[in-house]
């Protein structure tokens, strides 16, 4: 698989990742099987997608776990990525940013991934509480204990709260700029997707020209745009697509020219081609520092994830990409 190089720690990864959220979090629990999601991670490594995306909040604590049952065995293989600062309660997650609360969650999180050094520590959201140079230095002293190799930044957006006209990651942006000056960002992490391209306008270039890496999340819109799903079919209590404005029925439904759009592409590609596989090639198009990690737990998609690295869209592919409906369903 192509390898990418992202940020200034000039580390090389798979072009294509793997987000293992599903095998523990966020996805319906029911169709949560160990084993399969075992070798699932095993498949990844073996084609090349060497990036293991997952965080302490996940399950919580049980993704890390399974992750770190394949690390115990094929360490030199994978590069993990994980993430501190949410905390699970009983019925919201809360941000803890506190430097003391960090460095033991780094040395639970080691524990649990049965490693002694993760590639990449994300901070998964800034703690309102605590000014984030005071959490971001202590992620850098991690650094400099060797427990953690480089640091990353998640970034969702504010999707409520925002100054009328300002852009989803305008916050996230000076965020960065404070980090920045504490301790070099290595990567970035957030939502990027046909459907959802808001990074483009600003995260993008932002990390683009400071060559810190782009971890593309949730590149299939939660499962959307690969045409798998069928409007109506409804999703368990436990599934964030439950509550996801673009999930209801109507919607779905409303969207369906997207995947069409994609399936076209797909369709030039070749007979095997799948509009999955357009999404990822579109996201890992937008730039060279950009590492897609898509979500999955069953094998067959992990192999189908993995040969998107190798699907090349044209210009007038990504021209025709541009120009498919904005979609319907906003959290706005
Ligand atoms: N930093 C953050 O705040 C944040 C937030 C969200 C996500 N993330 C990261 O981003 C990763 C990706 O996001 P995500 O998993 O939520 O969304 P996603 O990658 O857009 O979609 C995942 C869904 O797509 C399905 N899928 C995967 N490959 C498929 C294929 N080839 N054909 C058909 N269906 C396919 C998966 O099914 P199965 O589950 O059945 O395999 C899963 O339901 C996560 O795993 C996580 O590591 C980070």
């Given at each position: 698989?192509?390898?990418?190089?992202?940020?200034?720690?000039?580390?090389?990864?798979?072009?294509?990742?793997?987000?293992?959220?599903?095998?523990?979090?966020?996805?319906?629990g029911?169709?949560?099987?160990?084993?399969?999601?075992?070798?699932?991670?095993?498949?990844a490594?073996?084609?090349?997608s060497?990036?293991?995306?997952?965080?302490?909040?996940?399950?919580?604590?049980?993704?890390?776990?399974?992750?770190?049952?394949?690390?115990?065995?094929?360490?030199e293989?994978?590069?993990?990525?994980?993430?501190?600062?949410?905390?699970?309660?009983?019925?919201?997650?809360?941000?803890?940013g506190?430097?003391?609360?960090v460095?033991r969650?780094?040395?639970a999180s080691?524990?649990?991934l049965?490693?002694?050094?993760?590639?990449?520590?994300?901070?998964?959201?800034a703690?309102?509480?605590?000014?984030?140079?005071?959490?971001?230095?202590?992620?850098?002293?991690l650094?400099?204990?060797?427990?953690?190799?480089?640091?990353?930044?998640?970034?969702?957006?504010?999707?409520?709260?925002?100054?009328?006209?300002?852009g989803?990651?305008?916050?996230t942006?000076?965020?960065?700029?404070?980090?920045?000056?504490?301790?070099?960002?290595?990567?970035?992490?957030?939502?990027?997707?046909?459907?959802?391209?808001?990074?483009?306008?600003?995260?993008?270039p932002?990390?683009?020209?400071?060559?810190?890496?782009?971890?593309?999340?949730?590149p299939?819109?939660?499962?959307?745009?690969?045409?798998?799903?069928?409007?109506?079919?409804g999703?368990?209590?436990?599934?964030?697509?439950?509550?996801?404005p673009?999930?209801?029925?109507e919607?779905m439904?409303?969207?369906?020219?997207?995947?069409?759009?994609?399936?076209?592409?797909?369709?030039?590609?070749?007979?095997?081609?799948?509009?999955?596989?357009?999404?990822?090639?579109?996201?890992?198009?937008?730039?060279?520092?950009?590492?897609?990690?898509?979500?999955?737990?069953?094998?067959?998609?992990?192999?189908?994830?993995?040969?998107?690295?190798?699907?090349?869209?044209?210009?007038?592919?990504?021209?025709?990409v541009?120009?498919?409906?904005?979609?319907?369903?906003?959290?706005?």
């Amino acid at each position: 698989m192509e390898r990418r190089t992202i940020g200034a720690a000039a580390l090389a990864v798979g072009a294509v990742g793997l987000g293992c959220m599903p095998m523990s979090w966020a996805y319906s629990g029911s169709r949560q099987r160990g084993d399969e999601s075992l070798r699932a991670v095993h498949r990844a490594l073996d084609l090349g997608s060497t990036l293991l995306d997952t965080a302490d909040m996940y399950g919580p604590f049980t993704n890390e776990l399974l992750v770190g049952r394949v690390l115990k065995e094929r360490r030199e293989d994978a590069f993990v990525s994980t993430k501190v600062g949410l905390l699970v309660g009983e019925q919201h997650v809360v941000a803890n940013g506190r430097p003391g609360y960090v460095k033991r969650a780094c040395d639970a999180s080691l524990r649990r991934l049965q490693t002694d050094y993760i590639d990449l520590y994300q901070l998964h959201r800034a703690d309102p509480e605590v000014p984030v140079e005071e959490t971001w230095g202590a992620m850098a002293g991690l650094v400099q204990a060797g427990k953690v190799r480089a640091l990353g930044l998640c970034a969702v957006g504010a999707r409520s709260g925002r100054r009328p006209g300002a852009g989803l990651h305008d916050a996230t942006v000076r965020q960065l700029q404070r980090v920045q000056q504490v301790f070099p960002v290595s990567a970035v992490q957030a939502e990027l997707s046909v459907w959802s391209p808001d990074a483009l306008a600003a995260l993008l270039p932002w990390c683009e020209t400071r060559g810190v890496g782009f971890l593309a999340a949730m590149p299939l819109g939660n499962g959307f745009l690969t045409g798998t799903l069928t409007p109506g079919e409804g999703f368990e209590p436990d599934d964030v697509r439950a509550r996801h404005p673009r999930f209801t029925a109507e919607m779905m439904a409303a969207n369906q020219p997207i995947v069409a759009g994609l399936r076209r592409v797909a369709h030039r590609h070749g007979e095997d081609v799948t509009p999955a596989q357009v999404a990822l090639a579109w996201a890992l198009a937008q730039g060279r520092h950009v590492v897609a990690v898509p979500g999955a737990k069953q094998e067959r998609w992990v192999a189908e994830n993995a040969a998107a690295a190798g699907v090349r869209l044209t210009a007038h592919d990504l021209a025709e990409v541009a120009e498919l409906p904005v979609a319907r369903g906003s959290w706005d």
